[in-house]
């Protein structure tokens, strides 16, 4: 059976990690690729305009806090 592929936007994402309206579709849509079910996609300008918000809102010089770094790294992007 074929998947069905989806590209992430930078949007979609930032609403999962700040847990706002949208977050809930993004991850209904995350379970499914962890479940193997879908493959997801994000193109390296959008993952750095995800990373460049995420430390520009939390006002670090270093890295990201945990729990971002940790749903980033959850997100099972081909």
């Not at 079910?37 to 010089?61: A, D, I």
């Amino acid at each position: 059976m074929k998947k069905n592929k989806y590209v992430l936007d930078s949007f979609a994402v930032l609403c999962f990690l700040a847990d706002e309206s949208g977050a809930d579709d993004m991850q209904i849509l995350l379970e499914s690729a962890r479940r193997d079910e879908c493959e997801l996609f994000m193109n390296v300008v959008n993952l750095s305009e995800v990373y460049y918000t995420v430390k520009r809102r939390s006002g670090l010089e270093e890295g990201l806090p945990s729990p971002i770094a940790n749903r980033l790294a959850s997100l099972k992007l081909g």
